[in-house]
């Protein structure tokens, strides 16, 4: 029985937003756009959000609009997608790694003060595999530096912990609608901020720092100003007619994601280390630690089973190897997941006989 790795949920609804889009004859960032920003806004409870093409963007710009570029620090994570660091040196500052959690995979809040400098300017925590950061203690240790705090939540739109919600403490928070993620157009971001100044500059830098949106450019043309040095990361139309329709079903998704990942729970407990959901995780990635990790791969994808590896520590990969020499041995938390972590399939369209597939396949490895 083939498993896919990730099946998206978009139907009916969505190809009828996209027909309605096609119809209307504006495809790039226009009212879909501005519909989707406030709709998402709506759901996350933060005044303002900025649609991007990506989550990278979404960091990039973040950086960008708060000021933060070369001779300036900021403290990050290892244990996530190359994107939170390449984002960071995007604008030529440099990212200083803190160790995580060994039971979480999260940002060791307990860690960060030790790595502040008089350079230190932001701290970029990801809330890993939907489960949130401890962010009371980030805002604190980032209030008492006065730094500025970027939220990577790729991989948690609905997630809580501590009466927190993401995005409610950090100046900026970035979320993706990659192919894989939890609502999704194939490629698309979004930044959502607080601050009504900040939401201006990011709006203008996601379109090569023009003054105004293709939308009032052309409706009758008026001229536009360049007020920045910005970068062609616009959300277009299509994308967000394709989101649009997912936003009322954010939460449907989330708790059948939670049944998928409570049920993996309930089968792989008593053989698996497994990070498990802190208070209200998004339940993006259920994963599992194994000690001869590519193994254990090779075993389900040789029985259909589509996997994933999220993520090797991004110290150990070539490029960071070569440019910042901090090899094993430097994050031992962060490696430690790194070289065990194994990700399985988790989606709303998942049935119970798949999960009980991959679970005895997975059992079933630990005799082969
Ligand atoms: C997917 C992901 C990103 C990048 O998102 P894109 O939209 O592909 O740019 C960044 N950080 C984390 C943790 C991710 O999982």
Not at 9 to 34: C, Q, Y
Not at 226 to 231: D, Q
Not at 261 to 282: C, H, R, T, V
Not at 334 to 360: A, F, M, Q, W
């Amino acid at each position: 029985m083939p498993i896919e790795f990730y099946k998206h949920n978009l139907g009916t609804e969505e190809k009828e937003s996209i027909a309605n889009a096609l119809d209307s004859f504006f495809l790039t960032t226009g009212k879909r756009v501005l519909d989707f920003e406030h709709q998402f806004s709506d759901y996350l409870g933060i005044p303002y959000t900025v649609g991007v093409n990506s989550c990278t963007a979404a960091l990039h710009l973040s950086l960008l609009a708060l000021g933060i570029g070369p001779g300036d620090e900021v403290i990050t994570t290892p244990m996530t997608f190359v994107a939170t660091t390449l984002a960071i040196l995007h604008v030529g500052a440099t990212p200083i790694w803190v160790d995580v959690e060994r039971s979480t995979g999260n940002i060791d809040a307990n860690k960060i003060e030790e790595k502040i400098t008089n350079k230190t300017r932001a701290i970029i925590p990801v809330h890993l595999y939907g489960n949130l950061c401890d962010m009371q203690k980030i805002k604190g240790i980032a209030d008492k530096y006065k730094l500025a705090v970027i939220e990577d939540a790729a991989h948690c739109v609905e997630g809580a912990r501590d009466g927190v919600r993401v995005g409610e403490l950090g100046d900026a928070c970035c979320f993706s609608f990659y192919a894989t993620k939890s609502i999704t157009c194939g490629e698309g971001g979004a930044v959502s901020v607080h601050d009504a100044a900040l939401d201006k500059k990011i709006r203008s830098l996601r379109t090569h720092g023009m003054s105004v949106d293709a939308v009032d450019r052309y409706k009758t043309y008026k001229h536009w100003d360049l007020i920045a040095e910005g970068w062609k990361y616009n959300m277009p139309d299509v994308s967000a007619a394709l989101l649009l329709p997912q936003i009322s079903k954010i939460d449907a998704f989330w708790s059948k994601r939670k049944d998928v990942f409570d049920q993996y729970y309930a089968q792989l407990k008593n053989d698996f280390e497994i990070i498990a959901p802190i208070q209200k995780s998004g339940y993006h990635l259920f994963t599992v630690l194994c000690e001869n990790r590519d193994n254990v791969l090779k075993f389900l994808q040789d029985k259909g089973i589509g996997c994933a590896v999220n993520y090797r520590s991004i110290n150990t990969l070539s490029y960071m190897l070569a440019k910042f020499n901090l090899g094993y041995g430097s994050f031992p938390n962060s490696e430690y997941i790194g070289d065990r972590t194994l990700t399985l399939p988790l989606y709303p369209k998942l049935t119970e006989e798949e999960i009980t597939y991959v679970c005895s396949v997975l059992l079933a490895s630990k005799n082969a």
